[in-house]
């Protein structure tokens, strides 16, 4: 059973960066794709950016295309996501999640395992 957990959650002014950790016990997350979603207040959680075990192939939503960037360090067992430019818009609940599958899916769905989330605030 693999339990992730985020870290890296915080207060932030637009146009500031983030950088939030995925750590993992129980499993060795190079073996998952990896995914980073979110939930804003009143809204459905969507998808923002993924990384499959094959070739490390990443995706992302248009939203964040060009200002998140996911990445991997094996060593460490971490999976992050690196967030500049923020906007207020991009505040949310981050969670981290794990998928045994290595389809190229961005369905929340598709995923086994989820972290408890952090909380990332941008004001304006």
């Known amino acids: 059973q693999v339990q992730l957990v985020e870290s890296g959650g915080g207060l932030v002014q637009a146009g500031g960066s983030l950088r939030l950790s995925c750590g993992a016990s129980?499993?060795?997350?190079?073996?998952?794709?990896m995914g980073w979603f979110r939930q804003a207040p009143g809204k459905q959680r969507e998808f923002v950016a993924g990384i499959r075990r094959s070739f490390s192939t990443t995706d992302y939503a248009d939203s964040v295309k060009g200002r998140f960037t996911i990445s991997r360090d094996i060593a460490k067992n971490t999976v992050f996501l690196q967030m500049n430019t923020l906007r207020p818009e991009d505040t949310a609940v981050y969670y981290c999640?794990?998928?045994?599958?290595?389809?190229?899916?961005?369905?929340?769905?598709?995923?086994?395992?989820w972290g408890q989330g952090t909380q990332v605030t941008v004001s304006s």
């Open positions: 129980g499993g060795t997350l190079s073996n998952y794709r």
């Open positions: 999640a794990a998928a045994s599958s290595d389809l190229a899916l961005r369905a929340a769905a598709s995923f086994n395992y």
